[in-house]
């Protein structure tokens, strides 16, 4: 049997020139998951359809969404106005005692405490912009299908 040769420093040194770093959302950017299914000469499946088609699905999926949006809109600023209305009502009875200055004072506290979450949290929303602008840049017909839809959607 061999005996294994204790490395030097030097020996350490040159294995992590050796290595290469990934980087995976580089990576990710340039691989779309529909090229490993599809192939290379495929992009997204909407390209390859007509405009008329294209404006059509937009539009649908997009009054679909603002019909959600402001049905799920209505109830939640229904429930919130009607939590402030019976918590009112029941202060008012004197079932519920409320302490305003601690109330301001943690409202405060929250707002600080936002701000610092927002000023870290700058750079993901960035990068989530750039990539929402990119998409509609490149899916010009169908987001403003889905634009004119949501539209219709809130309205209706």
Known sequence: MAARQPRSASDHESDDESY?????????RRHHWWNRVFGRNSGPIVEKYSVATQIAMGGVTGWCAGFLFQKVGKLAATAVGGGFLLLQIASHSGYVQVDW??????????????KKRANKAAPEINTLIEESTEFIKQNIVVSSGFVGGFLLGLAS
């Not at 290469?20 to 990710?28: F, I, R, S």
């Not at 200055?101 to 936002?114: F, G, H, I, M, Y």
């Open 20 to 28: 290469e770093v990934l980087d995976l959302t580089e990576y990710a």
């Open 101 to 114: 200055k601690r109330v301001e004072k943690d409202v405060n506290k929250a707002k600080k405490q936002l």
